[in-house]
């Protein structure tokens, strides 16, 4: 009788731990990387079209209007979710969700102890996959995140005001951690 509950309780632990293979951790930071190459590189090169015919009073409505839809297109394209999140929103459409927001937390924790911070693949409960990796400050994100009159215009800031009256995503300096790319795989 005592083996049995031991034999249950060890089940128990197999059943509730939800692990990949090394190879399955592989194969999703693969597929992970280059979905956010692509959208990276999607989002970046409509972006310098719009700054290049009209800077950033042009790109950030620009931004406002195709930013998720460009996401969505993509996610539908690679058949999978993509979300771009942030501990300090412009759009509250990128709200994270719990875990997104600890994945956050623990990125700014090995940032301050100046580790080393890398992508990370996990599945969750209902046996999803699931891809996160960081998104740092580059010098040309300063025009629209860093330090208002400094880097941000005033009439910028006026632009990004109109748009998200709640914006959070200034004032920041280059290398910081501005979010996290969130890539959601369906089975
Ligand atoms: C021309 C202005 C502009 C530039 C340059 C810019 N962004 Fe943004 N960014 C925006 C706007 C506008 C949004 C809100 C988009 C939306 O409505 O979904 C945004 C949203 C984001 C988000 C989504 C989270 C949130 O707060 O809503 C991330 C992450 C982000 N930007 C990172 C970057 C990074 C990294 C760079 C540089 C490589 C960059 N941005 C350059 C204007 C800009």
């Not at 700054?51 to 950033?56: I, N, P, Q, S, V």
């Not at 994270?96 to 956050?104: A, D, N, T, Y």
Request: hydrophobic fraction near 35%; glycine fraction near 4%.
């Amino acid at each position: 009788m005592k083996n049995f509950f031991i034999f249950l309780i060890f089940t128990g632990f197999i059943s509730c731990n939800h692990s990949l293979t090394p190879e399955e951790k592989q194969e999703y930071s693969d597929k992970g990387k280059e979905i956010v190459q692509a959208s990276f590189n999607a989002l970046s090169e409509k972006l310098t079209e719009q700054m290049k015919t009209g800077g950033a009073a042009k790109a950030i409505p620009f931004c406002n209007v195709e930013a998720l839809p460009l996401t969505k297109q993509l996610s539908e394209k690679y058949n999978v979710t993509i979300k771009r999140t942030s501990d300090k929103l412009r759009n509250q459409k990128n709200k994270p969700s719990e875990r997104e927001s600890k994945i956050i937390d623990s990125y700014q924790k090995l940032i301050s102890e100046h580790k080393e911070i890398a992508p990370i693949v996990e599945m969750d409960s209902n046996n999803n996959k699931h891809f996160y990796a960081p998104i740092t400050v580059k010098a040309n994100c300063l025009v629209c995140h860093g330090i208002v009159k400094e880097f941000v215009t005033v009439k910028t800031d006026s632009i990004i005001k109109s748009l998200y009256p709640n914006d959070k995503a200034v004032g920041y300096l280059e290398g910081e951690l501005r979010g996290i790319w969130s890539i959601a795989f369906k089975k």
